[in-house]
């Protein structure tokens, strides 16, 4: 079993920044990517960043490309996402996302987050 704690949500204000953390732990042989994704009221959530594992390919929403950076610690199985020049348009919900292998030679699963609520206003 694999388990996602995300931190780093909260208030801040417009033109802001602030830091989200997920570290997974459990058993885990490799994991193929990592990636957050949010979910604003009453829309669908989407993707906003991923970075994989397989040739360190990097992957970004055009609403967040050059204000968010995603980057990850593979010794501490933690992707971080960096946020600058927060607008209200980014409140949401993020969820950390992690496609993880156990074993070798081993399916891969999917796993989330619980979610960690980010609000931008003045």
């Known amino acids: 079993q694999v388990q996602l704690v995300e931190s780093g949500g909260g208030l801040v204000q417009p033109g802001g920044s602030l830091r989200l953390a997920c570290t997974a732990s459990g058993r885990i042989f490799i994991i193929n990517s990592m990636g957050w994704h949010r979910q604003a009221p009453g829309k669908q959530r989407e993707l906003v960043a991923a970075t994989f594992t397989s040739g360190g390919r990097t992957n970004y929403a055009d609403s967040v490309q050059g204000r968010f950076t995603i980057s990850r610690d593979n010794a501490k199985n933690t992707v971080y996402l960096q946020m600058n020049s927060l607008k209200p348009e980014d409140t949401a919900v993020y969820y950390c996302?992690?496609?993880?292998?156990?074993?070798?030679?081993?399916?891969?699963?999917?796993?989330w987050g619980q979610g960690t609520l980010v609000t931008v206003s003045s």
């Open positions: 996302r992690m496609v993880v292998q156990n074993i070798i030679g081993g399916r891969l699963v999917e796993h």
